[in-house]
C-alpha cells in the first residue's frame, strides 16, 4: 500500500496506479500548539511511504507516517522523492552540522530502506544506516520540450552535465555544454560562459534542482541571442519569487518533475520510482 505525504500526493498517486496498489488514506489533525497528528488507519504487509521532505512539517510527517506505518506493516519502504536538507552535505566551518547526515538518519530509523530521486551529491545515500537506493528521473524531462532548432543543452556547472546529457539523449539530438558556476551566497551566483555558441538556437538549460532561481537567471543573462530558452529540472523548488526570476530573464518555458510538486511540474518520477520498487 502507498502512503502518501501531504507534499506528494500527486506523484504518491502516480505511483499507484503504476504498481496497481491501493493508496492509503490519511487523517490529519493539528492541535492548538501548532503540532500536527497524522494517522493511517491501514496498510497492508508493504507500506511504501512516499514524501518528499520539501519543509521541516513535511520531514517530521514523514518520520510520523513511517512510525504508523511501521506498527501494522512488515516491511516499510520510504521513498523520498525531493530529499530536503540534501545539498547540506559538509560541515564548511567547525561547530556545523552536516544536515544530510542528520535527517538521514532520523529517516533511517523508521524503514528498511529508502529510495532518493536524484540525490544532489550521489555520495549522501551513505549518510543512511539502511541501504538508499538512487532513482533517476531525468529521462523523461525531455518528454514536454517542443521541436528544437539546433538545440544546446547547458548545465550551470559540471556537476549537473549527466543530467544535461541524459535529458538530450532522451531528446535525440544536440550539443552538451557546461558553465562553471562560483556561489557567492545563498542567493547570487557568479557564472562564467561556455565556449558554445547560443545565436539563433534553442538553449535548454538543466539542473538537479532550481531552488532561488539565481543560478538558472544568472546563466541565461549569460546567453547571447539565443532563439529560446527552456529551463528543465528534476526538482523544481521555485523558492520565493524564483519563477519571478526566470520570467524576467526571459524564459520560454519551465518544466520539472512532481518530486516537487509545483504548477512545472509536467513530468511524473513515479515510472522511475516503480521500477525500483
Ligand atoms: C547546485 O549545485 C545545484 O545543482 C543547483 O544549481 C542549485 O541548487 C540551484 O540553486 P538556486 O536556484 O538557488 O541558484
Given amino acids: 500500500m502507498i502512503v502518501p505525504g501531504s507534499a506528494s500526493q500527486e506523484v504518491a498517486a502516480a505511483l499507484a496506479a503504476e504498481l496497481d496498489e491501493p493508496l492509503a488514506p490519511v487523517e490529519y489533525e493539528r492541535f492548538a500548539d501548532g503540532e500536527q497528528l497524522v494517522r493511517v488507519p491501514e496498510t497492508d504487509d508493504r507500506a511504501v511511504v512516499v514524501a518528499s521532505t520539501v519543509s521541516d512539517r513535511a520531514h517530521v510527517e514523514l518520520l510520523q507516517l513511517q512510525d504508523a506505518a511501521r506498527q501494522q506493516a512488515d516491511e516499510v519502504v520510504t ?11 559538509q560541515a564548511f566551518e567547525a561547530g556545523e552540522p552536516v544536515s544530510a547526515r542528520a535527517v538521514a538518519r532520523a529517516i533511517s530509523t523508521g524503514t528498511d530502506r529508502v529510495l532518493t530521486v536524484n540525490p544532489h551529491e550521489p555520495a549522501v545515500r551513505d549518510f543512511f544506516d539502511v541501504p538508499c537506493e538512487p532513482v533517476d528521473a531525468a529521462g523523461r524531462l525531455a518528454d514536454p520540450l517542443p521541436a528544437l532548432s539546433e538545440p544546446l543543452f547547458l548545465s550551470p556547472d559540471a556537476g549537473a552535465v549527466g543530467i544535461a546529457e541524459t535529458v538530450r539523449d532522451a531528446h535525440g539530438a544536440g550539443e552538451v555544454d557546461y558553465f562553471e ?29 532550481v531552488a532561488t532561481g539565481s543560478t538558472m537567471s544568472t546563466a541565461i543573462s549569460q546567453l547571447e541571442a539565443p532563439a529560446r530558452v527552456f529551463v528543465t529540472c528534476v526538482h523544481p523548488l521555485l523558492a520565493a519569487d524564483a519563477r519571478t526570476k526566470l520570467a524576467n530573464a526571459g ?27
Fill in 79 to 89: 521513498v523520498v522523492p525531493y530529499m530536503g536538507y540534501g545539498r547540506q552535505d
Fill in 181 to 209: 558556476k562560483h556561489r557567492l551566497s545563498d542567493t547570487e551566483v557568479e557564472i562564467q560562459p561556455s565556449d558554445a555558441a547560443t545565436a539563433d538556437r534553442d538553449v535548454v538549460l538543466v539542473d538537479d534542482i
Fill in 251 to 277: 524564459v520560454d518555458a519551465v518544466y520539472g518533475t512532481d518530486t516537487v510538486e509545483r504548477a512545472v511540474s509536467a513530468v511524473s518520477a513515479a515510472p522511475a520510482i516503480a521500477e525500483r520498487l
